[in-house]
């Protein structure tokens, strides 16, 4: 498959402290992803360097060609970033919070983007005209999804999804993540800390470890391998 994003050599720092120490990385076109690892790994960072958010060195192609410092021209690139913690506005209504996901597109989005997402979240459309801030947190998560799909990226960067929520409503928008990725052909690169969750929803992974790629493979056959569970999963 040919691979739509890259990293070679990717190394990131925040003031004097450098999280990254070259990693290298490849996610095909229509692929699902995992970075795992420990606290402090560099995961986060990982994907910050992707949107341009956190400075960094190194090479990063996206669809071949170099990938752009500002998290703007990132954006327009067709990459959208759900960090962790949601960050959706709180004053704002749902349907306003999802017509700014299409800020980077010309002409914004349409009703019938609203309807393609609605689609995949049919609670957003029941609470439209509710403001985002008095959403449950798995509505919540669901609204930040929504707002980044409204965008129509090749690229879905998704940070910590299952971070403080029910296990029934992580595994809800898990089943809407797969299904997204199989109707709408949106390549997802998911940091997650529940590693059997996230090995059980990607095709590959990689695992960091003090930020450097410690192990790689088919997710399947890192979540058979007892050596990599027990030094890297913790599980």
Do not use: C, W
Not at 84 to 89: D, I, L, N, P, V
Not at 196 to 210: F, K
């Amino acid at each position: 498959m040919t691979a739509l994003l890259e990293l070679r050599e990717v190394e990131a720092s925040y003031g004097p402290v450098k999280a990254l120490h070259g990693v290298s990385l490849e996610v095909a076109e229509g692929e699902i992803v995992a970075v795992l690892g420990a606290n402090g790994a560099g995961k986060t960072t990982t994907l910050r360097a992707v949107s341009g958010t956190v400075r960094r060195g190194g090479e990063l192609l996206f669809a071949g060609s170099p990938l752009p410092r500002s998290p703007e021209s990132v954006a327009r690139r067709g990459i959208a970033h759900v960090p962790e913690g949601r960050g959706t506005f709180a004053d704002l209504s749902v349907r306003d919070n999802l017509r700014l996901g299409a800020y980077t597109r010309r002409g914004g989005g349409s009703r019938d983007d609203l309807r393609r997402v609605y689609a995949f979240f049919p609670r957003l459309e029941e609470r439209r005209d509710q403001q985002a801030g008095t959403l449950s947190g798995g509505e919540q998560q669901m609204l930040a999804l929504a707002r980044a799909l409204m965008a129509r990226p090749r690229l879905l960067l998704l940070d910590e999804p299952s971070l403080g929520l029910a296990p029934l409503v992580v595994a809800e928008i898990f089943a809407t993540l797969a299904r997204m990725n199989a109707e709408e052909g949106v390549t997802v690169v998911v940091v997650e800390q529940n590693a059997n969750l996230a090995l059980s929803s990607s095709a590959r992974a990689y695992v960091l470890e003090v930020g450097r790629v410690a192990v790689a493979g088919p997710s399947d056959e890192l979540r058979k391998a007892e050596s990599v569970r027990r030094s890297y999963l913790g599980y």
